[in-house]
């Protein structure tokens, strides 16, 4: 596997949107499958919404498997981690901004041949893009799952350490309570609502992340992210939330709003955004 660690200022150039420093729209979406996503109108939607950053999960290409308006739109940098596994996995960042520099993977060789995670740093943030592991029907993953998740947090804690503000963000493949998901007492034995994966949502949240949808929408239910595509899940709305932005403490004061959007179509998930504005702390 060739190095894909670090890759910073380099590569792509293009005609910037106007951007306005303090004010960031960031959006998240596990698009299952990049090229399938295409044909369903994935490049209209992102030049109709205009994200200032979007990070995407689940690509499941190399990018040189795709045409250049995908690839590269305009007015986007763009970054990819893909697997060694074809048509698996893979992560993918769209930014009208270059951020300061790019990081491909934690670092750590079991996971980064996966395309599980790109990390850019900005001016205000690190953000972090992440497709969490799934655990697997019969849960032969989850230790898999689990190692991840526990060396992501001690990444995003290396971070804090470093001074740095924190924004990650993706497909988590975790529910966190009952209120998260359609039918929490079916699900009590799947991946996805086990008590371990849950409990690191805690253990998150204890070091002082804050999971920006739910601290601001604490009682809404039937907000999900995520709908099985068999029995008409989504018409009926039972899905999963699985999608997250979590911020570190210092970010949470300029969160202007986080929103689930389950009226975009094109995947089993739907895209997830956060609203941050800098040079204006939230109301509450």
């Known amino acids: 596997m060739r190095n894909r660690k670090f890759i910073t200022h380099h590569v792509l150039r293009f005609t910037f949107y106007a951007y306005n420093k303090r004010m960031i729209t960031l959006y998240s979406w596990n698009v299952n499958g990049i090229r399938a996503a295409q044909r ?44 060694e596994k074809k048509g698996y996995s893979g992560v993918a960042l769209y930014t009208k901004r270059e951020p300061l520099s790019v990081q491909i993977g934690l670092g ?3 996971y980064d041949r996966e395309g599980r995670t790109i990390v850019a740093e900005y001016d205000d943030f690190v953000l972090i893009g992440a497709y969490f592991p799934n655990g697997g ?6 230790p898999f799952k689990m190692a991840y998740n526990a060396d992501f947090l001690a ?12 924004v990650f963000c993706g497909d988590v493949n975790t ?5 998260d998901l359609a039918r ?46 068999w029995g008409g899940n989504r018409a009926r709305n039972v899905g999963w939330r699985l999608d997250y932005f979590f911020v570190s403490e210092g970010v949470w004061p300029f969160i202007q709003a986080a929103a689930i959007h ?5 995947s089993d998930h739907c895209p997830v955004s956060l609203t941050l504005q800098f040079d204006a702390k939230r109301e509450t």
């Open 40 to 83: 369903k109108g994935f490049l209209d939607w992102l030049h109709q919404t205009s994200p200032d950053i979007l990070c995407v999960q689940e690509t499941k290409a190399h990018p040189d498997q795709l045409d250049e308006a995908l690839r590269q739109p305009d007015g986007y940098h763009t970054y990819w981690a893909w697997a």
């Open 108 to 110: 750590i060789e079991a």
């Open 155 to 166: 990444y995003c804690n290396q971070l804090q350490a470093d001074g740095k503000q924190v």
């Open 184 to 229: 929490p007492r079916q699900n009590q034995n799947s991946t996805g609502f086990l008590p371990d994966e849950r409990a690191w949502i805690d253990e998150v949240i204890a070091q002082g992340y804050v999971d920006t949808f739910r601290t601001l929408r604490p009682d809404e239910a039937g907000a999900y992210s995520w709908w099985a595509y």
């Open 262 to 266: 389950p009226d975009v179509m094109g």
């Open 175 to 179: 529910s966190h309570k009952e209120i």
């Open 137 to 142: 029907r019969d849960h032969s993953r989850v």
